[in-house]
């Protein structure tokens, strides 16, 4: 079994700071690309920042300049930086992770990790 295990959500004041972390465990054999989603209330969820196996990094506009996305492969953990919070970046913030595990490749997502932003 794979799990991916976010933490560091919270309350932060407008302008304040965050750092998000997934965890990935399990009988892993690789990890290719991973990414952070969030999904605020009454809205779809949206991709908020990606990192390839490689190390390209990609940004939603809405993030960019505010936010980084970084990765340690030796500990399968992938970070999210959050700088300058705004109250529109609420919601529950996700990971989602493309792993080789028993052979095969697949998406796992994370359970979740809420982030307020309050004004």
């Known amino acids: 079994q794979v799990q991916l295990v976010e933490s560091g959500g919270g309350l932060v004041q407008a302008g304040g700071s965050l750092r998000l972390s997934c965890i990935a465990s399990?009988?892993?054999?690789?990890?290719?690309?991973m990414k952070w989603y969030r999904q605020a209330p009454g809205k779809q969820r949206e991709l908020v920042a990606a990192?390839?196996?490689?190390?390209?990094?990609n940004y939603a506009d809405s993030v960019k300049g505010r936010c980084t996305i970084s990765r340690d492969k030796d500990k399968n953990t992938v970070y999210l930086q959050m700088n300058s919070l705004k109250p529109e970046d609420t919601g529950v913030y996700y990971c989602?992770?493309?792993?080789?595990?028993?052979?095969?490749?697949?998406?796992?997502w994370g359970q979740g990790t809420q982030v307020t932003g309050s004004s």
């Open positions: 399990g009988r892993i054999s690789s990890i290719n690309g």
């Open positions: 989602n992770a493309a792993i080789l595990a028993l052979g095969y490749w697949r998406d796992y």
């Open positions: 990192i390839t196996g490689a190390g390209s990094r």
